[in-house]
């Protein structure tokens, strides 16, 4: 696997000339080269190379009705023109930009932030690490990740990745047909996971962590939802969120690397995105 930054700079590089295929492995000043990029004139050591075998592709489907927390559609899709009338096939889609698998850009809680057209690139492919409590959420649907955790995941696994993503696998994300998915009450609460603030203001302070993600649609617990703890602390301090993941039973605890594809819209506070993990 490739080492902390190595793949940023490709990214930063190529932007979007590269092509990234699974099953490839590379000398990253070969990638360079074949990219048609300038090469330094001399270089002190072997490139290291990025290897991986899968693609896998963390996202859901976007379909009208996808869930919310309010229960209101927040996306839809119209069809003014169509291949019986037209010989064209070409849709009108309404949405939101929070919904569906998507991402959290700082502007979405904060009042100056970065929206997701100015998030580097660079920021949007890190390593990976898997934090699983499906066990735990099995029995609490208002468990979360705290810093407890983390640290438990740090002393089987190592220390977190730099420049990380921290993805929570409550096993939500198989429970997208099914009511408990909002986990919404008779009082308008929903009952779902996320991450505590404590372990939010723990990655802000003593990590060097870019993103989180969640397979529930909140990074904060469901019950928190109304205060938003975590959308403010970490989505205020300048990093993304991911949220409505999907497919993290796949995925070693560590060892991937994530890539977050989000729409680049100009202001976008966020948007549905198509998340894949390199393994």
Request: charged share 20%; glycine share 12%.
């Amino acid at each position: 696997m490739c080492p902390v930054g190595c793949l940023h700079t490709i990214c930063e590089q190529a932007t979007r000339r590269g092509l990234l295929k699974a099953g490839f492995g590379f000398g990253l000043a070969a990638a360079a080269g074949g990219l048609g990029l300038a090469q330094p004139a001399a270089a002190a050591s072997p490139a290291p190379e990025l290897r991986f075998s899968k693609v896998h592709d963390l996202t859901h489907t976007l379909f009208e009705g996808f869930p919310t927390f309010s229960g209101e559609k927040w996306f839809t899709v119209e069809k003014p023109v169509t291949w019986e009338k037209d010989k064209v096939n070409l849709h009108r889609w309404t949405l939101m930009e929070h919904t569906g698998t998507h991402m959290d850009a700082p502007l979405h809680f904060s009042q100056d932030g970065k929206s997701v057209d100015m998030i580097d690139i660079a920021d949007l492919v890190v390593p990976l690490a898997v934090i699983d409590i499906r066990e735990r959420a099995a029995g609490d649907a208002d468990a979360g990740v705290t810093p407890d955790d983390i640290k438990a995941w740090e002393a089987k696994n190592g220390p977190l990745p730099e420049g990380c993503c921290v993805a929570m696998n409550s096993g939500w994300h198989k429970l997208l047909d099914q009511p408990k998915f909002t986990g919404r009450d008779a009082e308008g609460r929903n009952h779902t996971p996320g991450f505590h603030a404590e372990a939010a203001e723990f990655l802000i302070e003593e990590r060097n962590v870019k993103g989180i993600a969640v397979d529930t649609l909140s990074l904060d617990r469901g019950i928190a939802s109304g205060a938003f703890p975590v959308h403010y602390a970490w989505l205020g301090s300048g990093r993304w969120g991911v949220e409505a993941i999907a497919g993290l039973d796949d995925l070693p605890a560590k060892g991937a690397m994530l890539v977050v594809a989000g729409p680049k819209v100009r202001g976008a506070t966020g948007g549905p995105s198509r998340i894949l993990a390199l393994v």
